[in-house]
């Protein structure tokens, strides 16, 4: 299974960048909250883009289930996955709005939504 994934991703992956938010670490004399910064990381993707049927951010009524529409899904290969607020693809940023996990009999990758913000 895994071997068939790399080849039907092959040649079909794209640059995307994920953009963790800042952690706080804690000055050790005093006790006061430091932001720390960490750094971007760049990760191939496989990358779906909104077909740009119906209104972006708003909700749908599928089969009685309330479902929030995105802009973008991404997949992503668990290993290079990091937990991040945003997204950025094609010099778009992306708000993380969910990031199941999924995979058949072992989770092996992370779908990503993202809501455009700029």
């Not at 068939?4 to 640059?15: C, H, I, S, V």
């Not at 670490?25 to 430091?34: A, K, Q, R, V």
């Not at 973008?72 to 950025?88: P, S, T, V």
Request: aromatic share 6%; with cysteine; proline share 6%.
């Amino acid at each position: 299974m895994k071997a068939a994934r790399q080849d039907m991703l092959a040649g079909r992956t794209f640059e995307v960048l994920l953009m963790p938010s800042e952690i706080m670490g804690y000055d050790p004399d005093t006790n006061e909250p430091i932001p720390m910064p960490q750094k971007p990381k760049s990760v191939k993707a496989h990358v779906t883009e909104s077909t740009g049927y119906g209104a972006v951010n708003e909700l749908e009524l599928n089969n009685g289930i309330i479902q929030k529409t995105y802009d973008i899904k991404c997949d992503i290969a668990i290993e290079d996955w990091i937990e991040c607020e945003q997204l950025n693809y094609e010099g778009n940023v992306y708000k993380v709005v969910g990031s199941p996990k999924k995979g058949i009999g072992v989770r092996n990758r992370v779908e990503v939504y993202g809501e455009l913000v700029h």
